[in-house]
């Protein structure tokens, strides 16, 4: 009956050993994949707004850029007119002198 006592209790001691080291080794693993997650969400987290954030610039310089070529034909157009405009006022002006020459 020693016997059969001495494997009961080295069976009982050994499943205690097996219990405690596989514990420690998914209390180890858990923290792992704690420490991971933890970690990598953020990180793509990040990724996904820096994305975000170069797609609105793309979008802002784009919109930006329409507006300059906007700018540029109604600055070309306002000169046009300038141009006609100055080009009146000196045919006046020398209309003008020509009338005051001949009084």
């Known amino acids: 009956m020693t ?19 596989l514990s420690s080794e998914v209390k180890y ?12 969400a953020p990180y793509y987290e990040i990724k996904t ?11 802002h310089i784009e919109a930006m850029t329409k507006q ?9 157009k306002i000169q046009e007119s300038q141009f006609v405009i100055v080009k ?3 045919v006046q002006n020398s209309q003008i002198l020509e009338l005051n020459k001949n009084k």
Do not use: C, M, P, W
């Not at 693993?29 to 990598?40: E, R």
């Not at 707004?49 to 979008?59: G, M, P, S």
């Open 29 to 40: 693993l858990i923290g792992v994949v704690l420490f991971l997650a933890g970690v990598v």
């Open 88 to 90: 009146t006022l000196a």
């Open 49 to 59: 707004e820096i994305a975000l954030i170069k797609q609105n610039h793309y979008a």
């Open 3 to 21: 016997t059969d006592k001495n494997e009961i209790a080295n069976t009982a001691q050994t499943e205690n050993i097996v219990k405690r080291i």
């Open 68 to 76: 300059i070529e906007q700018n540029s034909n109604d600055i070309l």
